[in-house]
């Protein structure tokens, strides 16, 4: 079947603009999971939803960084006055179950200049 | 996030060798250990979990677990040239906790 899929794949965005990336999990999956991953890093973990209900936020950077899940399939990571400092790969994890294995999508690269 | 040491090489084996990777972390009350590889420009794929101390095989790749020592370990036996990639060690804090906390990885490269 069809696995976790992101988009966009690239993002080039000007300092100060607002970006929408998404995430569409394997059907099924309850659980899904948003990472960042800085080049020669491992993946940092940024926030994290059950069904619709973000569970734990507790890695987003700041304020400015928001996620949401309203029907429990589909995620959207919101970035709003974007910095060069937020330039980074953005992956999406599923699992079946909280409990379940973890498989990443493809990632958006974000660069901001 | 809990810190999650790894070298991160490269380590050069030659084929048919083993790979052998360290992980350690600092936080005792960790309970879920995992072992992703990641090829270049991919995503991370789950190779292996372990939750208990000791030995878990599949295949090829063996991880050994010491919570007293809070040390995780992956070996890969009869290494090939598909196996080179970057290996990232992965730990979830306590049971009810599902986020994944990842090392910076370590880059193993299989001479043919």
């Known amino acids: 079947g069809a696995g976790v899929s992101q988009s966009p794949r690239y993002k080039v965005t000007k300092r100060g603009q607002d970006v929408a990336l998404r995430c569409d999990p394997i059907?099924?999956?309850?659980?899904l999971y948003w990472y960042r991953q800085a080049l020669g890093q491992g993946p940092e973990f940024l926030t994290y939803f059950n069904y619709e209900a973000q569970q734990d936020k507790s890695g987003l950077p700041n304020d400015r960084f928001s996620a949401e899940r309203p029907e429990g399939s589909i995620s959207t990571l919101t970035i709003q006055r974007t910095e060069q400092r937020d330039s980074a790969m953005y992956r999406c994890?599923?699992?079946?179950?909280?409990?379940?294995?973890?498989?990443f999508g493809p990632g958006t690269r974000l660069t901001v200049l | 996030q809990k810190e999650v040491e790894q070298n991160s090489g490269p380590l050069s084996v030659p084929e048919g060798a083993i790979a052998s990777l360290n992980c350690t972390y600092s936080d005792r009350v960790s309970q879920s250990f995992f072992w992703y590889r990641q090829y270049s420009g991919k995503s991370p794929e789950l190779i292996m979990s372990i939750y208990s101390n000791g030995d878990k095989e599949d295949g090829r790749f063996t991880a050994q677990l010491n919570k007293a020592s809070q040390y995780v370990s992956l070996l890969i036996r009869d290494s090939q040239p598909s196996d080179s990639a970057t290996y990232l060690c992965?730990?979830?804090?306590?049971?009810?906790?599902?986020?994944?906390?990842f090392g910076a990885g370590t880059t193993v490269t299989v001479r043919a």
């Open positions: 992965a730990l979830t804090e306590t049971l009810n906790d599902y986020k994944l906390s």
């Open positions: 994890a599923s699992s079946f179950s909280l409990f379940g294995e973890q498989f």
């Open positions: 059907s099924g999956h309850v659980s």
